[in-house]
T-cell receptor, first 115, second 114 residues
Framework: DGGITQSPKYLFRKEGQNVTLSCEQN?????MYWYRQDPGQGLRLIYY???????QKGDIAEGYSVSREKKESFPLTVTSAQKNPTAFYLCASSLTGQGVPDTQYFGPGTRLTVL | AQTVTQSQPEMSVQEAETVTLSCTYDTSESDYYLFWYKQPPSRQMILVIR??????QNATENRFSVNFQKAAKSFSLKISDSQLGDAAMYFC???????????FGTGTSLTVIP
């Protein structure tokens, strides 16, 4: 089945540690996105990538990093510089990342908790 | 800056009844796209409906329809014949016609009462 997978579903991290969240898609989509969701707030864009080997900062990129070495994969690293990393993280993809907006399809999410 | 406002944090509806969720947005663009997404307790975001701003006809998907008022910058979602499976958080989203950045509202939690 085509879709987006995120792993792990739950992740625990000690303060001061970096952690990487996985996002893989087999939809052959060019564009991929990372969002953060906090209670009472909408989704906020962290990073997005319109094509392989290229990505742009979203509204809340500080303390996060990404890479896009393959079309299918867009991992997100939460660094120790992120002051409040406990949140629900959603990965999404769309057919294209330019021009007319395409529907974004979402993965099941990763819940990150910093202990 | 584009902002999306959902003024109803929580709503409830009796099963089989109709409910309308509100969404307003702020933009200086003339061409853009609007979306409603559903997030059930599983937290998987699912597209409900999509509207292109240049189309005057309101989008419809089965029991879901929108009331798009471009001049008022309003984009409400109507759910007819509500079902228990409709219980979820609903997010309104805006995307300009250039690029693919989405701007989400804070969501409305819908409860369906049996």
């Amino acid at each position: 089945d085509g879709g987006i997978t995120q792993s792990p579903k739950y992740l625990f991290r000690k303060e001061g540690q970096n952690v990487t969240l996985s996002c893989e898609q087999n939809l052959n989509h060019d564009a991929m996105y990372w969002y953060r969701q906090d209670p009472g707030q909408g989704l906020r864009l962290i990073y997005y990538s319109q094509i392989v080997n290229d990505f742009q900062k979203g509204d809340i990129a500080e303390g996060y990093s990404v890479s896009r070495e393959k079309k299918e994969s867009f991992p997100l690293t939460v660094t120790s510089a992120q002051k409040n990393p406990t949140a629900f993280y959603l990965c999404a993809s769309s057919l294209t990342g330019q021009g007319v907006p395409d529907t974004q399809y979402f993965g099941p999410g990763t819940r990150l908790t910093v202990l | 800056a584009q902002t999306v406002t959902q003024s109803q944090p929580e709503m409830s509806v009796q099963e089989a009844e109709t409910v309308t969720l509100s969404c307003t947005y702020d933009t200086s663009e003339s061409d853009y796209y609007l979306f409603w997404y559903k997030q059930p307790p599983s937290r998987q975001m699912i597209l409900v409906i999509r509207q292109e701003a240049y189309k005057q006809q309101n989008a419809t998907e089965n029991r879901f329809s929108v009331n798009f008022q471009k001049a008022a910058k309003s984009f409400s979602l109507k759910i007819s014949d509500s079902q228990l499976g409709d219980a979820a958080m609903y997010f309104c989203a805006y995307s300009p016609n250039t690029g693919n950045q989405f701007y989400f509202g804070t969501g409305t939690s819908l409860t369906v009462i049996p």
